[in-house]
């Protein structure tokens, strides 16, 4: 696996080493800002009703995604863009959970049919096994008769270190004093430089307008002391909102606890600080591997390199001018000498 650690001289870097928690907000110039606020969301617990998304919308006056499914499952939004700042994914898999397979091939499977003839999953069991389809003729891996679905809302992540910031030219992307991360679309001028900055693929300018849209975190709601809508909304706590390092603690008690009920597969991602964006805002609690849900296994900021490539750049600028002038010195024309 590639190194994502932060560079020992980034500001990133330098806080690890000298065991400081980043702090973006301060490093923004918010002077006693108060603690970093995040989502931790467990994927465990939510059941894809996409009332996150609607919150979303509703109180952020986001255009509607239509109401086209992909044909591949119950997904009509498909991912995060400009009119899309939360989305709950679909993924269909035939393995029982704990035991989590890459790349499981359902084109043989017709799960609506499955769907229709009920469920076979004891009640003992309903905490723990996902939704088992139990009439004759249905998948059998190994015997058992499991379908599960992984649902999870993704959303901006609010990097530690964002390489959105470091590319706006004109400064409508912002730190908060909450350490998140907010567009403000009325001084956006469309460059589109943000779009393939983010390591995430979640910024995109909206279609007809140009402008870069994103989660903001519902910043205008953390402003007036209160939580964000979609967390708000989650009828199952799967989104939960407060102190990044309080938010941390407990994802952490809540890995431990799916372990020890036989979930081996549960773990986190984006709540290390030491990762390649220097930790998340949003962080997740995931029943299989990243890639799974679409996610990079090692995000690393697109940005992490210019600091070098400045350096390198300039360096051969002045090398390039100083054979110049060695040039024109040898020929006796150095600019603006007459003859």
Known sequence: ????????????????????????????????????????????????????????????AI?????????????????????????????????????????????DVDVFALAAQGSGTPPAEAAITPTTPAPEGAPSPDGRTELRWLMSSDVCKHCTHAACLDVCPTGSLFRTEF??????????????????????????????????????LCYDRLGAGQEPACAKACPTDSIQFGPLEELRERAAGRVAQLHAAGVTDA????EDPRDGVGGDGAFFLLLDEPEVYGLPPDPVVTTRDLPSMWRHAGAAAATLLGGLAAVFAASGRLPGRRR
């Open 63 to 107: 255009p509607e995604d239509g109401l086209e499914l992909t044909g591949m499952s119950y997904d009509n939004s498909q991912g995060l863009g400009a009119s899309t700042w939360r989305h709950v994914a679909f993924i269909e898999q035939n393995k029982p959970l704990g035991h989590a397979q890459t790349a499981v091939d359902h084109s």
């Open 179 to 216: 350490g998140t991360v907010v567009v403000q679309e009325d001084i956006c001028n469309g460059c589109g430089y943000c779009v393939p900055a983010c390591p995430y693929g979640v910024i995109e300018q909206r279609p007809g307008d140009g402008r870069a849209w994103k989660c903001t």
């Open 1 to 60: 696996m590639t190194d994502t650690s932060p560079a020992p001289g980034s500001l990133v870097g330098r806080n690890l080493l000298a065991g400081v928690e980043p702090d973006p907000a301060g490093d923004a110039g918010h002077a006693d800002a108060p603690q970093r606020m995040g989502f931790f969301t467990d994927t465990s617990v939510c059941i894809g009703c996409k009332a996150c998304e609607v919150a979303c919308k509703e109180w952020n």
């Open 267 to 270: 773990r986190l991602y984006g």
